[in-house]
C-alpha cells in the first residue's frame, strides 16, 4: 500500500503567506470557546471542558493543527489531543501537578533547570507552546505566560551547566523552545557552544507538527551551525505527518539535524498496532527515526486518556517482529515521583536451567540458548581498568 501524505487545507480566510508564516499562526491561535466554536461543532463533554479547564490548563492551538482535527467527531484523534473535555475534571485514578517530580528542590537546581541524570540537564526556555496538549505531563510550569527566561535566571542555569563538568547533552524544552525567536535561539546555542564540556544539545519541540512552516532555511542554518544538534519532535498520530510537516522534518534532515521522534501511547488517539505501525514507518520514511513510545503520565486531568500498562505492552509485542528494529520505538515508562526511565519489553524468556535459557519468539518459534560454560579462563579485567577509565571519561571531540 502506497503511503499517503495529504495536504492541510485552512479553515480559515488568510492569503497563503499568512498560512505559511508561523507567527500568524501564532497570533491566530485559537484560545477561547469561541475560538474553537469557529472551527468546530463542539459536543457538551466539550463545552464543559472549557467552562471547567481554567483551573486546569488552558487551551490554544495553532490554526494549521486544528485544521487536521474533524470538524464533527468528538472522538477524532487529533481532536481529543487539542480540545479540553469535561473528564479533565474527574479524577478516578492516579493523578499529579507533577508527575515526574521536576519541582523537588534536588531535581530542580536553578529556576528553569532539571537535573536528574549526571550526564545531561533539561533547560526550559519558555513555557509557551503552539498547541496546549491536554495530556502534557508538566503542567506545573508549561501554559503559565512565563514566557522566555529571565536574564538573571538565564545567566545563572548556564553558569550551573559551565560548573558541573558531567554534563555533556543540554536538552532545551518548555513549553516548547522553538516558539522563541531566530535570535533568542541563536544566542541560547552559541552560549552553551561555549562550554567546552557539553557535547550535545538537543532541542525538544512540537513546531513540526503543529507549525511546520516554523522550520524555515534560517532556522536549519542556525541549528546546523552549532552541531550537533538533535531535533526530538513529537508526533503522535500518522495523520500529523502532512506534506508540510514532512517537508519540515526532511529540510532539517538535508542541513544534516538528526531527528528522532517521541510519541505518546494514548486512549482513543493511538492505541493500536496498526496506528503505531503506520506512524512509524510513515516517520522512517521521512527520514525520522521512531525513538520513544511513552506510557502517559498521570498528569492531572489525563486519565480519560491514559492507557493500561498491560494495553500498552500488548501494542509493542503485536508490532514486534512487523516493524523493523529502525521503526521500532523503545517503550518507556517514566517512574512516577522522580524515579526515572524504566524501558519495558516483551518477555520472550520462557524459562532456564544452568546455562540453558528457553525462548519462544514473537511468531511462536520456541528453542533454546546455551550459554558459554563458566570453566572458561576468565578475561584479565584489571589489567584494562585503566584504559576503560579514561575512555569513559574522554570528551567526544573530532
Ligand atoms: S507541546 Fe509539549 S510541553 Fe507543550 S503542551 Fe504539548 S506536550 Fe506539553
Redesign the pocket.
Known amino acids: 500500500m502506497k503511503l499517503q501524505f495529504s495536504s492541510v487545507s485552512p479553515r480559515v480566510a488568510c492569503t497563503p503567506e499568512e498560512w505559511n508564516d508561523w507567527r500568524w499562526q501564532f497570533r491566530m491561535s485559537l484560545k477561547s470557546e469561541e475560538d474553537f466554536g469557529r472551527y468546530f461543532s463542539l459536543a457538551p463533554e466539550e463545552v464543559q471542558g472549557f467552562h471547567s479547564q481554567k483551573n486546569i490548563f488552558r487551551a490554544q492551538t495553532t490554526p494549521y493543527y486544528a485544521s487536521l482535527a474533524d470538524q464533527k467527531n468528538p472522538f477524532d484523534p487529533i481532536r481529543l489531543i487539542l480540545m479540553p473535555r469535561v473528564e479533565e475534571t474527574q479524577s478516578l485514578h492516579q493523578e499529579m501537578l507533577d508527575p515526574l517530580g521536576e519541582r523537588k528542590p534536588e531535581n530542580h537546581p536553578r529556576e528553569r533547570l532539571i537535573h536528574r541524570y549526571s550526564d545531561r540537564v533539561l533547560f526550559l526556555l519558555t513555557d509557551l ?5 491536554r ?4 503542567k506545573h510550569f ?2 503559565n505566560d512565563h514566557a522566555f527566561v529571565r536574564n538573571n535566571d538565564y545567566l545563572q542555569a548556564l553558569d550551573y551547566i559551565r560548573t558541573h563538568s558531567g554534563i555533556r547533552e543540554v536538552i532545551l ?4 523552545p522553538l516558539t522563541i525567536s531566530d535570535s533568542h535561539l541563536e544566542r541560547v546555542l552559541s552560549d552553551l557552544r561555549t562550554i567546552e564540556h557539553v557535547e550535545i544539545i538537543r532541542i525538544h519541540t ?1 513546531m513540526p507538527v ?1 507549525a511546520p512552516m516554523r522550520i524555515s532555511e534560517d532556522l536549519c542554518r542556525i541549528i546546523k551551525k552549532h552541531k550537533p544538534v538533535y531535533l526530538i519532535t ?1 508526533f503522535n498520530h500518522p495523520r500529523e505527518v502532512t506534506v508540510e510537516s514532512a517537508m519540515a522534518v526532511e529540510k532539517l534532515v538535508d542541513h544534516g539535524v538528526p531527528v528522532l521522534n517521541q510519541m505518546v501511547l494514548l486512549n482513543g488517539v493511538n492505541n493500536h498496532a496498526a496506528i503505531v505501525q503506520a506512524l512509524s514507518r510513515r516517520l522512517l520514511y521521512v527520514r525520522v527515526k521512531p525513538y520513544y513510545m511513552f506510557q502517559c503520565d498521570p498528569s492531572l486531568g489525563s486519565d480519560h486518556l491514559r492507557t493500561s500498562i498491560e494495553e500498552s505492552l500488548r501494542i509493542q509485542r503485536e508490532l514486534w517482529g512487523h516493524v523493523s528494529g529502525l521503526a521500532m520505538p523503545t517503550y518507556i515508562v517514566d517512574i512516577p515521583e522522580g524515579g526515572g526511565k524504566a524501558a519495558l519489553t516483551p518477555n520472550f524468556l520462557t524459562g532456564h536451567q544452568g546455562s540453558v535459557h528457553r525462548f519462544k519468539g514473537w511468531d511462536g518459534v520456541e528453542a533454546e540458548y546455551h550459554s558459554p560454560s563458566d570453566t572458561r579462563p576468565p578475561m584479565d579485567l584489571e589489567s584494562y581498568q585503566d584504559e576503560w577509565n579514561e575512555l569513559k571519561n574522554s570528551k567526544a571531540s573530532l
Open positions: 507552546c503552539s498547541v496546549y496538549c495530556y502534557c505531563t508538566r508549561t501554559a524544552s518548555g513549553g516548547d512540537r503543529v513529537h
